[in-house]
């Protein structure tokens, strides 16, 4: 069975609080409601992620928390360098990832997010690309299935085999 890589970007932010820097902005209300329904895309649709990298914004932290409970809890690290990383940055914390784990979830932000999605999807053309090129909406889920090893992971190297956006599910609007 391949590796499957899930990419989730964290769902819609709160801009009630002018004050807050950016790092520190919460989830809205419309925001918790989509990543509890994520819930669901995660979870159903293929293997339970054993390990998760998550950016220490505090979006993707209540994102990543809205997953819970897990049937098995995952591995998890904090990264701070995930906080709006490149795509290549991204790819690089993945490639670290041991090769005993069968399912990461990545949890961060666009526009890293969607570039690197687009990246390991190469010049796939099939629905879920057509799909993710017109955009990786807040609360979004990239699913990959990777037959290579982790730290061979490169582009083109994965195929995309789901794409799912908040609206898609019951329980997401407001």
């Known amino acids: 069975m391949p590796r499957q890589l ?19 902005r919460p989830l809205s209300k419309r925001g918790r409601k989509a990543a509890t329904a994520m819930r669901a895309a995660v979870f159903s649709r293929g293997p339970v992620p ?5 950016s220490t914004a505090r979006r993707t932290r209540e994102t990543f928390a ?37 399912c990461v979830l990545l949890v961060g932000h666009n ?20 799909r993710l ?12 299935a990777v037959d290579d090893p982790w730290s061979a992971l490169s582009a083109g190297s994965a195929k995309l085999i789901d794409f799912v956006v908040p609206r898609e599910l019951k329980g997401a609007k407001t």
Request: aromatic fraction near 8%; include cysteine; charged fraction near 20%.
């Open 50 to 54: 054993d390990m998760a990298l998550v």
């Open 111 to 130: 526009p890293g997010l969607m570039e690197l999605a687009t990246l390991l999807a190469g010049g796939d053309e099939g629905v879920f690309a057509q």
């Open 133 to 144: 090129a017109s955009g990786f909406p807040t609360g979004a889920l990239a699913r990959f």
């Open 66 to 102: 809205a997953l819970d409970p897990w049937p098995e809890p995952p591995a998890v690290t904090f990264q701070q360098a995930l906080y709006h990383a490149s795509p290549s940055a991204m790819l690089d914390f993945v490639r670290e990832v041991g090769e005993s784990c069968r």
């Open 6 to 24: 899930l990419l989730l970007r964290h769902a819609k932010s709160s801009w009630d609080d002018p004050s807050l820097v950016d790092h520190d």
